[in-house]
C-alpha cells in the first residue's frame, strides 16, 4: 500500500508537485499518466524517498521510504533504466544489489529468467540495448520479492513483445496482490494494463478513479440505439434529460446516460428497438479531454 497526503515539491519557483493525496492498493495495477512535466517521476521520486518532499507525506505500508528496514524487499522501483554501472555486467549488477540488501544469490538467476535476460547477462550493461536495459532494471526491481512495484514508463524502449510481456508481468504482480504502480505514455498500453488510474496535471491530482469510469466519463462514451421509432425515443430521453443526436432516420446516440436506462426509458415508452449498444471511448480521447487544460509542454500550432 502506497499512501500520499498533502505531498508538494518546489523547484524554485516552481511548484513540480502541488498537494498531491492517493491511497494505492494492493492487488490493482494503478496507471500513472500526465502531460510531460506533470510531475510524474518527481511523485515517484519523493515516494522512494529520493527527495524530500516541500511539504505533506508519503509512505509505503506505513512507513516513510528512510524507516523501511529492508527497502527492497518491500518496494521495487524501475524509475531510469540506464542507472546502472555501464561497464559492469547485469550478472554483476544484481548481484552486488543482492548482496548489499541481504538477498540470496540464486534469486539473481530467479529474476533474470523472468525477465528474459538469462542468455545477456554477463554482457557489460553499457552495451545492452535500451530494451534489455529496461528488463535489466525490471530484474533489479523483482530481486527482493517485494509487495509494492513502481515503474516509471516501464515499455521505453521495449518491441511489441517486451511491451506485451510487461503487460502480462504487471497483470500477474497485482494477481498475487501487489501494488503495482505504473507510469506510460502510451495510452493504448495502459487502457489494456491498468485497472485504475491517476491522472495528473501541473502537479495537481486530476483524476483517480477506475479505468472504467475514466472512460465511462468521456462525452465521446455514448449509447447507439437504433429504432423504427428514432424521433419519439429522441424525445422521450431528452425528456429524461439525456443529450441525443440523430444519426440518421432509424438511429440516434445518447450520451451522459448509461446503457440501462436507455433501454428501460425505451421499455418505458413502448418503443421498439433493433439495436442499443455502448460506443466506448478509448484512453486516449478520455485522457485528452481530462488533460487538455493541463498541458505543460503542448507543441504550438504547425505553420505551413
Ligand atoms: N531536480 C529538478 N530541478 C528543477 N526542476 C525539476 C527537477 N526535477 C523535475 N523538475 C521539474 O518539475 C516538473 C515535473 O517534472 P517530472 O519529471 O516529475 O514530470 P513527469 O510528469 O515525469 O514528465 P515526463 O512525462 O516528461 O517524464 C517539470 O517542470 C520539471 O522540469
Do not use: C
Not at 540470496?104 to 547477462?121: D, P, W
Not at 460506443?279 to 504547425?302: D, F, K
Amino acid at each position: 500500500m502506497i499512501s500520499v497526503k498533502g505531498l508538494s515539491k518546489r523547484y524554485g519557483d516552481h511548484l513540480a508537485v502541488d498537494d498531491l493525496s492517493l491511497e494505492l492498493r494492493p492487488g490493482t495495477v494503478t496507471g500513472f499518466l500526465g502531460p510531460n512535466g506533470a510531475g510524474k517521476s518527481t511523485t515517484m521520486r519523493l515516494i522512494l524517498g529520493l527527495d524530500r518532499p516541500t511539504a505533506g507525506t508519503a509512505t509505503i505500508g506505513g512507513l516513510p521510504y528512510h524507516r523501511i528496514r529492508n527497502p527492497l524487499r518491500t518496494v521495487g522501483a524501475l524509475l531510469d533504466a540506464r542507472a546502472t554501472h555501464p561497464g559492469r555486467s547485469g550478472h554483476a549488477h544484481l548481484v552486488a544489489l543482492a548482496r548489499s540488501n541481504g538477498i540470496a544469490r540464486r534469486r539473481v538467476t530467479e529474476v533474470l529468467e523472468t525477465v528474459g535476460l538469462a542468455g545477456a547477462a554477463r554482457k557489460r550493461a553499457g552495451t545492452l540495448s535500451l530494451g534489455m536495459s529496461q528488463r535489466l532494471g525490471i530484474a533489479a526491481a523483482l530481486l527482493g520479492d517485494p509487495e509494492v512495484l513502481m515503474f516509471d514508463e516501464p515499455v521505453n524502449g521495449l518491441d511489441p513483445d517486451g511491451v506485451r510481456w510487461v503487460r502480462g508481468l504487471m497483470r500477474s504482480l497485482a494477481d498475487e496482490g501487489r501494488t503495482v504502480f505504473v507510469s506510460s505514455h502510451l495510452m493504448s498500453e495502459m487502457q489494456l494494463t491498468a485497472d485504475h488510474l491517476v491522472v495528473i496535471g501541473k502537479g495537481r491530482l486530476i483524476m483517480d478513479a477506475p479505468l472504467a469510469e475514466v472512460i465511462a466519463g468521456s462525452s465521446l462514451t455514448a449509447v447507439i440505439a437504433r429504432s423504427p421509432h428514432a424521433g419519439d425515443l429522441a424525445a422521450r430521453l431528452r425528456a429524461a434529460g439525456i443529450a441525443v443526436e440523430r444519426l440518421g432516420e432509424n438511429e440516434l446516440v445518447a450520451t451522459g446516460a448509461p446503457i440501462d436506462r436507455v433501454g428501460d426509458l425505451a421499455h418505458e415508452a413502448g418503443i421498439r428497438l433493433h439495436e442499443l449498444r455502448t460506443r466506448q471511448a478509448s484512453l486516449e480521447q478520455a485522457y485528452q479531454e481530462l488533460t487538455a487544460a493541463s498541458v505543460e509542454y503542448g507543441a504550438g500550432p504547425v505553420r505551413g
